[in-house]
């Protein structure tokens, strides 16, 4: 019922933040196949300590740069493996810009962090003798990022910490993730916990929907097979297949609290052996 109201209030255009309270009430919604066992309530107490990485201590060094705790281990994962080179990482959402300068102490010296944000004084966090810039724009533009894209990309690092309006993070994935990141980058919007936030939502799927959408995607070469498609050297095997493009350049999809990663890479068709 609360979806069905959300989905007229955003079909003729009426302000979400000023929908009911009633209606930012979210609940666990799971399928009668899921096991009872998983959805007993525990208690979870608040955490002691901070993490132990070395982005912690970069991001515990600086001010003017707002990042959940529990992020740090989730970053250390996902972009410690591009610390060894020069990289080119984008950042949507620049705000007083302490992590433009975290990122630039954390990356390379020699690599080149964009933040894009539409606050115009945001300008001021440029620090180009540094390869820091800053670009002022919507990540609701298609045409600006294509700006930024054709000026600084492709990156290595596209990270969403923009608006977290569910329509702005759809169309910036949409806008990005196929021109303006590299064939191994990476593309982690973070906050996602605003999808479950009523201020927030304003489209009918949220980005947390669409990546539901994209773990099928990632199936896609199964739709319709079966497993002797894809064995080695067996008659019936697959040479090639249409797949979106979508699938055919997604190595992988990792979802945390409030972030979700997407690995970009080339795929080919699967394979199995039978030995
Ligand atoms: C959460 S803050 C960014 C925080 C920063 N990355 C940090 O870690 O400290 C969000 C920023 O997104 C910007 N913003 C809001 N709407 C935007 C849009 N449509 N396009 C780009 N940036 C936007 C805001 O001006 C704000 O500076």
């Not at 302000?15 to 007993?40: G, N, R, Y």
């Not at 515990?60 to 410690?80: E, L, P, Q, S």
């Not at 944000?117 to 003798?129: N, P």
Request: aromatic share 12%; proline share 4%.
């Amino acid at each position: 019922m609360r979806k069905l109201l959300n989905k007229l209030l955003v079909k003729f255009g009426l302000l979400i933040t000023k929908a009911p309270t009633l209606l930012s009430d979210k609940s666990l919604a799971v399928s009668d196949a899921f096991p009872t066992e998983l959805t007993e309530k525990l208690t979870v107490t608040e955490a002691t300590g901070t993490p132990e990485n070395e982005l912690f201590d970069i991001f515990a060094a600086d001010t003017n740069v707002h990042k959940w705790h529990h992020y740090f281990d989730i970053y250390a994962r996902h972009f410690g493996a591009y610390r060894n080179r020069p990289i080119k990482m984008l950042e949507i959402g620049v705000f007083r810009g302490g992590s433009l300068r975290m990122w630039k102490d954390y990356f390379h010296p020699d690599s080149t962090i964009v933040g894009i944000d539409v606050d115009k004084s945001c300008k001021d966090h440029e620090i180009a003798d540094r390869n820091v810039f800053v670009r002022i724009g919507s990540q609701a533009d298609p045409d600006f990022l294509a700006q930024v894209n054709e000026e600084f990309g492709p990156f290595d690092i596209i990270l969403d910490d923009g608006s977290h309006k569910t329509h702005h993070q759809n169309i910036s994935f949409g806008a990005l993730f196929r021109p303006a990141l590299k064939d191994g980058g990476c593309y982690m919007v973070e906050d996602v916990h605003t999808n479950y936030w009523i201020k927030h939502i304003d489209s009918e799927d949220t980005f947390i929907d669409l990546s539901k959408q994209m773990v099928d995607m990632l199936h896609e070469p199964y739709f319709n097979r079966k497993e002797t498609h894809f064995r080695h050297e067996h008659p019936e095997s697959v040479k090639q297949l249409e797949l979106s493009y979508l699938s055919a350049n997604l190595g992988g999809i990792a979802f945390y609290d409030s972030i979700v990663v997407f690995d970009k890479k080339q795929r080919n068709l699967p394979k199995s052996e039978l030995r």
